[in-house]
Nanobody, 125 residues
Framework: QVQLVESGGGLVQAGDSLSLSCAASGLTYNGGALAWFRQAPGKEREFVAA????????YYADSVKGRFIISRDRAKNPVYLQMNSLTPEDTAVYYC??????????????????WGQGTQVTVSS
């Protein structure tokens, strides 16, 4: 059984950086995509970034492009999210997700097969 566990969240000030990690157990497939989503209070879950398992191609929401970097490490944790120049609007619970069958046209949709429990990121002004 595959489990995804996020870590690295916390409370930071505007302009600071934070790095999130997503550890996986039982993740043996070699395809599809890994992604980060976030959900702020009272809002729907939204796409943040994704990376294709093969080739490492990356995709970002416009709101984080140029500030966040998604990467993957096949030998250790499957996916990281480096967040720079954080603003209070980035405050949310961040979730990692994985889907071995995720195709490019669906990469931003919040219906991935596997999800972590989420980690809170709070940015103070």
């Amino acid at each position: 059984q595959v489990q995804l566990v996020e870590s690295g969240g916390g409370l930071v000030q505007a302009g600071d950086s934070l790095s999130l990690s997503c550890a996986a157990s039982g993740l043996t497939y070699n395809g599809g995509a890994l992604a980060w989503f976030r959900q702020a209070p009272g809002k729907e879950r939204e796409f943040v970034a994704a990376i294709r398992w093969n080739g490492g191609y990356t995709y970002y929401a416009d709101s984080v492009k140029g500030r966040f970097i998604i990467s993957r490490d096949r030998a250790k944790n499957p996916v990281y999210l480096q967040m720079n120049s954080l603003t209070p609007e980035d405050t949310a619970v961040y979730y990692c997700a994985a889907d071995p069958a995720r195709i490019l046209s669906q990469i931003r949709q919040p219906d991935y097969k596997l999800w972590g429990q989420g980690t809170q990121v709070t940015v103070s002004s």
